[in-house]
Structures are given as C-alpha cells and as structure tokens.
C-alpha cells in the first residue's frame, strides 16, 4: 500500500524560483492537508481541502497556492520561493471530516525544501 | 480561536522512569477531537490516539496512558516504565469538529537515556 506519496523529498531552490510539491494519496480520502514543520513551531497548517474542488487556508498560507482537481492529489506551489520558505513540508490526509467522526491523519514522509 | 500548548519543550529521563508529556487546549466548540502523534528520529508521523471531546474516558495502550480532562481543558500523555526506543518528539493536536483543520502543538522532545 502506497498511502501517502510526497515528492521531491529533497529540494533545494534560489529565491525566486518557483516549484511544486506534490502529493497523492490512494486511500480514497476525502481530506487532505498541507503542514510545514519548523524547530520550535511544530506543525502549523498551510492549506487544507476536504473534498475535490474545495480548498481553504490554514494558519500560514502566504506564499503558497493549492490546487484539488481530483480525490487522490493535493500539490502544493511556492511562486516565487523566499528563504523563510525553508522548511520540511508534510502532506496529510484522513476518511472523514465535517462532522463525522474524523479519521486519525496518514502523513508523507516529508519534503525538505531550502531556499537560498 | 484553537489554540495546542505544550509547555514541556524538551524532556530528558533514564530508562525505565515515568514520564508525562502535557498537553492544554483551547476551543470554544462542544464537538472537537484531540489527537497525540509520534515523530521519531527518522521524521516519520506516527498516530498514537484520538479522543473525542464527549468521552472523558482515560485510556491506557501498553505502557502508553492518555488522561483527558475537560475541566482543565487537558489531554496529557504518560509513559510508564519509558524505554531508549520512546525518544521521539510528541505532538498533541485539536481538530474542530465542523471543519478539517487539525492544529498542532509545538511538540516534546523526549530523550530516554539508557
């Protein structure tokens, strides 16, 4: 079982440059979530979407656009990256949402994006 | 607004002592659901419980025991007789119950000496 499959793991990008993190996921889930992880921020939301067409923002959205044209795949865009970009990024998704009873987050493994 | 604090930033222990990793939240819904993961050292996130807010039940996995008390608006996390393998960073999260959005803690690092 694939799960959830983030790619690049590793990036490294010059500010200004633009670039896309994908993520797809082959569980039929209908949320699925962006998060970067800083040292000493935790895991703070960037974009999130709980079904295909809809997305919405987080708690640190600038700088990043987010797409869901499909159930399966949620990548996420920097358009013109910035050093504070640097960051390891996770891509999330869960069964259920909206009132139900929500499922525990399956997570990538990560992408280590730095931006010089 | 929601809001996950965890106060502990880092936590050293030897083996083979308890240890408790806290956990406050603040939210203003009825309906809501705290979560604990678990981030090893190779970065992996790894789902250990989900409580919901309408069942105060403590729970207990192994060596691992939740303790939720609404009351003091907590859900901290106890492992008994800790283990070298426990080192890891510990994350308490908060999803409202009416949107997706799962907001995270600034996590604990806990190191368990041998």
């Known amino acids: 079982n694939a799960g959830v499959t983030q790619t690049p793991k590793f990036q490294v990008l010059k500010t200004g440059q633009s670039m896309t993190l994908q993520c797809a996921q082959d569980?039929?889930?209908?949320?699925m979530s962006w998060y970067r992880q800083d040292p000493g921020m935790g895991l703070r939301l960037i974009h999130y979407?709980?079904?295909?067409?809809?997305?919405d923002q987080g708690e640190v959205p600038n700088g990043y656009n987010v797409s869901r044209s499909t159930t399966e795949d949620f990548p996420l865009r920097l358009l013109s990256a910035a050093p504070s970009q640097t960051s390891v990024y996770f891509c999330a998704s869960s069964y259920s949402n909206l009132g139900l009873v929500p499922g525990e987050l399956f997570f990538g493994e990560g992408s280590r994006l730095t931006v010089l | 607004a929601q809001k996950v604090t965890q106060a502990q930033t880092e936590i050293s222990v030897v083996e083979k002592e308890d240890v408790t990793l806290d956990c406050v939240y603040e939210t203003r819904d009825t309906t809501y659901y705290l979560f604990w993961y678990k981030q090893p050292p190779s970065g992996e996130l790894v789902f250990l419980i989900r409580?919901?807010?309408?069942?105060?039940q403590n729970e207990i996995s192994g060596r691992y025991s939740w303790n939720f008390q609404k009351s003091t608006s907590s859900f901290n996390f106890t492992i008994t007789a800790s283990q070298v393998v426990d080192s890891a960073v510990y994350f308490c999260?908060?999803?409202?119950?009416?949107?997706?959005?799962?907001?995270f803690g600034q996590g604990t690092t806990l190191q368990v000496k041998p």
């Open positions: 569980m039929n889930h209908e949320y």
């Open positions: 999260a908060l999803r409202r119950g009416n949107t997706g959005k799962l907001i």
């Open positions: 979407s709980v079904g295909a067409g809809i997305t």
């Open positions: 409580r919901n807010s309408f069942d105060e």
